[in-house]
């Protein structure tokens, strides 16, 4: 089991920034990817952005250019610029291991214009 917690949600102005962080504990070997989704009320969860565990990087078409993913040791971040009020979201943390996807508990995102 892998187990992930996630910080650095909040409120910020639209044009501000916030930095998210996800550390992963427990069972970490052979985690292969790590990554931040989104989801908004009665919406689909998806993908903001991916980074793998040899740094290939996947973005959203919505946040490239303003997002920035990275991850050091067991911790991933994004990094989130320029933000709009649609950015306006729960943000969940991935880990992907052995063809297993684990989630953390969410983090609120409010963007206010």
């Not at 009665?42 to 920035?68: H, M, P």
Request: proline content about 2%; charged content about 20%.
């Amino acid at each position: 089991q892998v187990q992930l917690v996630e910080s650095g949600g909040g409120l910020v102005q639209a044009g501000g920034s916030l930095r998210l962080s996800c550390a992963a504990s427990g069972s970490i070997f052979g985690i292969s990817a790590m990554g931040w989704y989104r989801q908004a009320p009665g919406k689909q969860r998806e993908l903001a952005a991916t980074i793998t565990s040899d740094d290939n990087t996947n973005y959203a078409d919505s946040v490239k250019g303003r997002f920035t993913i990275s991850k050091a040791k067991n911790t991933v971040y994004l990094q989130m610029n320029s933000l709009k009020p649609e950015d306006t979201d729960v943000y969940y943390c991935m880990a992907r291991r052995f063809g297993n996807d684990y989630w953390g508990q969410g983090t609120q995102v409010t963007v206010s214009s």
